[in-house]
């Protein structure tokens, strides 16, 4: 099924995270602006979408789109203030930096703080509903897994090559071994056993 654009006839921006339910590394946000006739017949939900596509949908969204940007928030940044917060700040921080004010931002989710004086819209699923939030999906998905494997090359013994940072058995295992560094947020449960990491 191919998404469609909300309201074609206005400037709205899609915005989306990726990494809100990992255990290292930051949360990624984007924020879209999409021309009004732009189309592609592999955009979807970032999770819905081979690496592969996602690279070829990377490199098309960025070159076909009004304005776009992709902002991280580390881990410091998200013990402080929760991931929640921390994955709104990364959506206002990349909306901010558009060189192009939108009339209307549309939100993948359900919460979201308003952004200056311009209305918002959270759609559940959003990412697999409308052009804009998949496109942002793809843009933070992709910027994320970059990260994570340019950092997995300091700390190879977590594999975030593979596992991005989210909470695989491998992963956890490898925190139970080796203890976790510093690109890990302290304010998860990062062993299901640990309440609390002595660190």
Not at 22 to 48: M, R, W, Y
Not at 83 to 104: D, Q, R, V
Not at 128 to 142: C, D, Q, V
Request: aromatic residues 8%; proline residues 5%; contains cysteine.
């Amino acid at each position: 099924m191919l998404l469609k654009q909300k309201y074609p006839n206005k400037k709205e921006v899609g915005t989306d995270e990726a990494g809100r339910g990992c255990l290292a590394g930051p949360v990624t946000a984007a924020a879209v602006i999409l021309n009004p006739n732009f189309s592609h017949e592999l955009l979807n939900d970032s999770k819905q979408v081979t690496l592969n596509n996602r690279n070829i949908l990377k490199d098309f969204i960025k070159k076909n789109v009004l304005a776009y940007d992709v902002v991280h928030i580390y881990e410091d940044t998200i013990d402080e203030i929760n991931i929640l917060n921390a994955s709104i700040l990364g959506m206002h921080k990349s909306i901010e930096k558009l060189n192009i004010t939108p009339e209307l931002i549309l939100v993948d989710g359900n919460r979201f703080k308003p952004f200056k004086d311009i209305p918002h819209e959270c759609i559940i699923k959003g990412d697999s509903k409308y052009m804009s939030i998949a496109a942002a999906s793809i843009l933070a998905k992709t910027a994320r897994d970059e990260y994570m494997e340019k950092i997995h090359e300091e700390f190879p013994m977590y594999n975030w090559k593979k596992n991005k940072g989210y909470p695989t058995k491998e992963h956890r295992d490898a925190i139970r071994k080796y203890g976790p560094c510093k690109y890990h947020r302290k304010s998860f449960r990062l062993l299901p056993e640990q309440l609390k990491l002595d660190l």
